[in-house]
């Protein structure tokens, strides 16, 4: 009998001893994950335990480029919790909810390869799963923010989208697996401008190249919030104006299309107050621009439009899919805007 209590005494002794030095064992484990990535490296603060809720909580998470001289870290998350989601435990998978609390990420430009961050250089999937213990089934970000700089640009670009909440579930594909697309996306956020971002689609994350299917609306940012991007881009001055974007996207075994459109209203492409400032050149481009512009508008609306159609192959290109296909919307975008003051787009 008191052999068996002390037996049982040991035990408990050794789970005591496990659960308080299980929050360094598993920070550990995760710094020596964020240490080896190709080309960042990262580190965590602190890492909380609770076993009953089958989960825990990361503190500071923070990457940074390898060499880099950014002045900001490509990523910090303040707080990261992850749990173990009980309702599909009962049909023997076993997947996790991820929340991830005011996170920030800095994508940085500049003609210095050491200042520029873009994460292209790593996979962070292999990352994501060497520290997740289970399949993550639920994604949720809460006021998150993605800030945009280009110290390459004349004047500096600084953008960023801001109140960035997202919810996907089923991204293990717990439930419903039978439907092509079982994920469901859903994201807002204010842009630079003051514009509201919505998106929402439907995917299938499982694959190599993931399935999506979806479309996303920027409405109403003010165009004189972009001015040093419209001066370093397109040489031009914009006094006033909204713009609004629509997009439909689908990636289907590879294969990309879609369309970005683009609306302005009510633009005034001189802004009086710098006209001295200007040169000959730059002034002759800008009312060259403000004719175009007025000429192709909608009168009645006092709007322009264009149309931007997207297609590819991301099969046929020998990089991360993730990175092309954020290429093909950036440069879309790029195309739709640049497009819009030209007048080369359909007029509705």
Request: charged share 25%; glycine share 8%.
């Amino acid at each position: 009998m008191r052999n068996s209590i002390k037996i049982l005494l040991g035990i408990l002794l050794l789970l005591v001893i496990f659960r308080l030095a299980l929050p360094s064992l598993l920070k550990n484990h995760v710094n020596k994950v964020l240490s080896n990535m190709e080309g960042y490296t990262g580190s965590v603060e602190d890492i909380d335990v609770h076993l009953l809720r089958g989960g825990f909580e990361v503190n500071n998470l923070v990457i940074l480029k390898k060499n880099g001289k950014a002045k900001e870290p490509f990523a910090q998350v303040p707080l990261t919790k992850i749990a173990l989601e009980w309702k599909p435990v009962l049909k023997g998978k076993f997947v996790a909810e991820i929340t991830v609390t005011e996170p920030e990420l800095n994508f940085v430009f500049s003609k210095d390869s050491a200042v520029t961050q873009t994460g292209v250089e790593n996979d962070w999937t292999k990352q994501i799963k060497e520290l997740t213990p289970t399949k993550i089934n639920k994604l949720t970000i809460k006021n998150g923010k993605v800030i945009y700089k280009d110290y390459g640009a004349k004047p500096m670009v600084d953008m960023s989208l801001t109140n960035f909440d997202v919810i996907a579930t089923n991204l293990s594909n717990a439930y419903d697996s039978a439907v092509r697309l079982p994920a469901t996306l859903k994201a807002t956020g204010i842009t630079t401008g003051n514009g509201k971002l919505y998106a929402q689609g439907r995917m299938d994350v499982l694959k190599k190249i993931p399935d999506f299917d979806g479309k996303l609306a920027v409405r109403n940012m003010e165009l004189k919030s972009f001015k040093d991007l419209t001066e370093s881009k397109l040489k031009v001055d914009i006094a006033k104006g909204t713009a609004t974007f629509f997009s439909e996207i689908k990636l289907i075994d590879g294969e990309i299309s879609g369309y970005i459109k683009p609306l302005l209203v009510g633009v005034e492409v001189l802004d009086s107050a710098q006209d001295k400032k200007d040169g000959f050149f730059k002034k002759f481009w800008e009312g060259l621009v403000g004719v175009t512009e007025d000429v192709l508008k909608n009168k009645k609306k006092d709007q322009f439009a264009t149309k931007i159609n997207l297609k590819g192959n991301l099969k046929q290109i020998e990089t991360n899919p993730w990175s092309v296909f954020g290429n093909i919307l950036k440069n879309g975008f790029v195309e739709a805007f640049t497009k819009s003051f030209e007048g080369r787009g359909d007029d509705k």
